[in-house]
């Protein structure tokens, strides 16, 4: 069995709970998944099977939305709605819609972000959440990451001392969405928190078609694998070039190939079949993984 899932991950299991109940359902050992999503996140979770599994770092490194809430008023230990609250700050008078739009749009393009204390980088060995949960805290590795779009979806809201609205963001590999919602509270003058997020598309899938574990077992059961889409679509942002036959025998024994290219990856393609991704070295392509 080989071929990649658009799973709807439910609220409530990791990314790799989602891994561990579908390594029953299909029967097999060989999956993985495209990115990881935070228990309490919905939405499009890439899985890999078989195969395609070799698939997987491109799959993450493509950029991924999220459609989500953040309210102003007050702070958690986890960035979201599951943390216990740490800071308060009411929201007494309503907010002026365009200086919000001016400070989400200054968290566009490349920003630096500190990984929360409730994530799973590793410092010295050992994952920030198990600091956290001892009650320690660590100095962090800032990262940079890009934001490519983030835009507020709704009129700001308010409920008692809280202001919220909705938003969506196309984002890098390794945007923490909860640390973004705090930095432009931060930038507001106000504690903040993500309180709702949903993935709605990664590695080229999108969740208005995305399967439940549960649909899927039904799909199992009654022996339709039509929800098994080819390792080809885990291409991603890869720019993809088509070689000649000449071209493709020299893939296949792994040698290298002059391309007018200027791409570090590519995805090479014989027909519409993926045959390899390719690496630059210097003004020749070699491949990387090649597939059939």
């Known amino acids: 069995m080989n071929g990649i899932i658009n799973l709807k991950k439910e609220a409530g299991m990791t990314s790799h709970d989602a891994v561990f109940k579908l390594r029953k359902i299909l029967g097999t050992k060989k999956i ?18 078989g195969k395609a599994t070799r698939m997987v770092e ?55 972000q500190i990984p929360p204390m409730y994530s799973a980088v590793k410092v010295n ?53 909860r640390t973004l919602s705090v930095d432009l509270g931060e930038k507001l003058g106000y504690a903040a ?28 059961e009654a022996g339709q694998l039509d929800f098994l889409h080819p390792l080809e679509i885990g291409t991603g942002d890869l720019v993809k070039v088509f070689l000649n036959q000449e071209e493709a025998t020299e893939v296949r024994f792994g040698r290298f190939i002059e391309l007018d290219q200027t791409n570090q990856e590519l995805a090479a393609f014989e027909d519409d079949k993926l045959l390899a991704i390719l690496e630059k070295r210097g003004d020749l392509y070699k491949p990387r993984k090649v597939f059939n």
């Open 58 to 112: 491109f799959m993450q490194d493509e950029g991924k939305v999220y459609e989500g809430e953040i309210t102003l008023g007050y702070s958690t230990t986890t960035e979201d709605a599951s943390g216990e609250v740490v800071a308060e700050t009411p929201v007494l008078s309503h907010l002026d819609e365009k200086l919000v739009d001016k400070a989400i749009a200054s968290l566009t393009g490349p920003i630096i």
């Open 193 to 220: 928190h993500m309180s709702q997020l949903t993935r709605t598309s990664a590695a080229g899938l999108q969740l208005d078609a995305a399967l439940t574990l549960e649909e899927i077992a039904e799909k199992v």
């Open 32 to 49: 993985g998944h495209g990115g990881t999503l935070d228990p309490d996140v919905v939405g499009v979770l890439p899985i890999a099977v």
């Open 125 to 177: 060995g050992r994952k920030l959440y198990e600091y956290a949960r001892a009650g320690r805290e660590v100095e962090r590795p800032e990262r940079q990451v890009t934001i490519y779009q983030f835009e507020r979806t709704s009129p700001i809201s308010y409920e008692g001392n809280l202001a919220r609205f909705t938003f969506r963001v196309k984002c890098s590999k390794g945007t923490y969405i």
